[in-house]
């Protein structure tokens, strides 16, 4: 099956309410917006800083990989400038389609949280959040299958590098004597 029979298949589940669900959701993230401000919030509370740290970092190396290097590499079309007699329920996103920089930025956050080892139930919300807003890029015909599973990719790739970096620079600041001890 390629991938536009798979898009046009879930264009047949649409219905209005549906409609302006996904939209309202997948807009949550049009910049990331989601993503960053879910890694600010942690990143104040003294508990989850570190945390924190790592889903902004992740996101920004999701969307340096994405956006600056592989997006104007392979300037792929978008399926719904491939198909445009497909209604739609977003506004066309500018840029080429691969990969998403939506399911990248969403599971750049899930896989800081997963390989930072955050708390079960924050990493399983975030992981639904993230396969949602990746599958809103099917539903809204701007990205095909692959899109998203590159952007999946990525973002993993990103979060696990993130949450190593962070850790690394954790370590090194602990290591760091103050003042006190260097006079001791």
């Not at 049009?30 to 890694?39: A, E, H, K, P, T």
């Not at 978008?78 to 691969?98: A, E, Q």
Request: proline share 7%.
């Amino acid at each position: 099956m390629n991938e536009l029979a798979i898009l046009d298949a879930i264009q047949l589940i649409h219905t209005p309410w549906l409609d302006a669900l996904v939209a309202a959701y997948t807009s949550t993230s049009d910049v990331g917006q989601i993503w960053i401000l879910l890694g600010i919030v942690l990143a104040i509370i003294p508990k989850t800083r570190k945390l924190g740290a790592a889903v902004l970092v992740a996101v920004l190396i999701g969307a340096i990989v994405t956006s600056g290097i592989l997006k104007p590499l392979i300037i792929r079309p978008r399926p719904c400038d491939v198909n445009p007699l497909v209604p739609m329920i977003v506004d066309r996103p500018h840029g080429s389609s691969f990969p998403s920089g939506h399911a990248t930025a969403a599971f750049a956050a899930f896989g800081a949280l997963l390989f930072s080892k955050g708390p079960k139930p924050l990493v399983i919300v975030v992981g639904i959040g993230a396969l949602l807003m990746a599958l809103t890029r099917l539903y809204c015909y701007v990205h095909y299958p692959t899109d998203v599973l590159a952007g999946t990719v990525v973002g993993l790739l990103a979060g696990f590098a993130a949450a190593k970096i962070v850790e690394q620079i954790h370590r090194f600041l602990i290591d760091i004597p103050t003042k006190s001890q260097l006079r001791h």
